[in-house]
C-alpha cells in the first residue's frame, strides 16, 4: 500500500522559507513513470497545485509560483521536498503532497499539514 506523510514546521515567520518533506512507502518515486506533486489548501479557498517532480527528477512549477518555489528529492530516502521562499502569511495553508500516476490524476495523498505564516 502506498503511504504518503508530510513533515516539517507548522509555523513559519513572514519571509522566511518554508520547508516540508514528504516521505513515500510502498512506492518508489524513481519508478513507474510516475509525478509527485505539492498542493496546498488555503483555509477557505480550493485546492492550489504548486509542482511536481516526475519519476526521472525533472520538475515543474505552477506559474504563479514559480519564482518562490523549488522541489528536490532525496532518491536514498524516498522522499520529495518543497521549499516556498519570501513567505507571508497568504501562503498560511494545508500542504499535501500526492502521487500523480499519470494525466493529473492523483490517487494518494498525504494527510497533510498546517503551516501557518505568521510572526
Known amino acids: 500500500q502506498v503511504q504518503l506523510q508530510e513533515s516539517g514546521p507548522g509555523l513559519v515567520k513572514p519571509s522566511q522559507t518554508l520547508s516540508l518533506t514528504c516521505t513515500v512507502s510502498?512506492?518508489?518515486?524513481?519508478?513507474?513513470?510516475?509525478?509527485w506533486r505539492w498542493i496546498r489548501q488555503p483555509p477557505g479557498k480550493g485546492l492550489e497545485w504548486m509542482g511536481i517532480?516526475?519519476?526521472?527528477?525533472?520538475?515543474y512549477y505552477s506559474p504563479s509560483l514559480k519564482c518562490r518555489t523549488s522541489i528536490s528529492r532525496d532518491t536514498s530516502k524516498n522522499q520529495f521536498s518543497l521549499q516556498l521562499s519570501s513567505v507571508s502569511p497568504e501562503d498560511t495553508a494545508v500542504y499535501y503532497c500526492?502521487?500523480?500516476?499519470?494525466?493529473?490524476?492523483?490517487?494518494?495523498w498525504g494527510q497533510g499539514t498546517q503551516v501557518t505564516v505568521s510572526s
Open positions: 517532480i516526475g519519476y526521472d527528477g525533472g520538475t
Open positions: 510502498g512506492d518508489s518515486i524513481t519508478a513507474n513513470y510516475y509525478g
Open positions: 500526492a502521487r500523480d500516476r499519470g494525466s493529473g490524476t492523483m490517487d494518494y
